[in-house]
């Protein structure tokens, strides 16, 4: 097989650590045209390095990319014969909602205010849990990890998204706390403080928001947490959406949240 060139390679590499995304998706990635984009899946697709697929229900009839298994092997010798670390369940990852939700509008917020907003730094959920780790927080289990800067000032944060009601059988009356208890749950079996400005979680819908704001008022967490709605971040630019603190503080944008918490 030809040598890739280094966009290919990216292209590769994030299916593998990302799972199934799209043309626009990669071409946001990669900061080139849809047209570009395009042309590179198309190259790997032909070379047998990733597979595509669509659903007959989509009426944009939309390609969605996977990685092979020869196209994870190509990666895994790369990376073996380079010295670097294979990552874990390299092209069996499936695709986060994190990704969709928070990582890649900020990427997209990025592209379009050069100079003034940077997602510095994103790790995906099983990158994550190797951070976590180095942090003697081996129990936490969070979505993703993230480096937000905007206009000189910088949040680190970690995000869950709220999947949902827990279980097939779930009475309508516990739907809105069916599973929230769970979700930050680790934070209270921690005494040191978690090294980020912010801990976002993302509630499946707003009468979630308000049960898990409503948890937390009546235990608070040593961690700052920082609350929304799916439905929000559909609504506003990720670093314009607004987000809800427990302790009854007006909501603040992304960068407002490193702001002390001190009167």
Known sequence: MRRLP????????????????STLDVALVCDVSRLTAHRDLAWLYEAGLVRRRRSEEDRTHTWWYEVTAEGVEVLRRDRTASGRSVPLQLGRRRPSLADALLFLPLLEVSRRNPGRCELFQWL???ETSAWLRQHDLAHLRA???GVWLEDGRCLRFLVHVDSGPVGDAVAEREKRSSGLGGLLAGYRRIDPAVPVGAVLVIAQDAEREEQLLADLGREPLRARIAVTAREMLYRHWSNEQVWRLPEGSNARRLTDLTVDRSP
């Open 124 to 126: 995906a959920t099983m």
């Open 6 to 21: 280094p966009r290919r390679w990216r292209i590769l590499s994030f299916l593998a650590q990302h799972g199934s995304t």
């Open 143 to 145: 979505d993703g990890y």
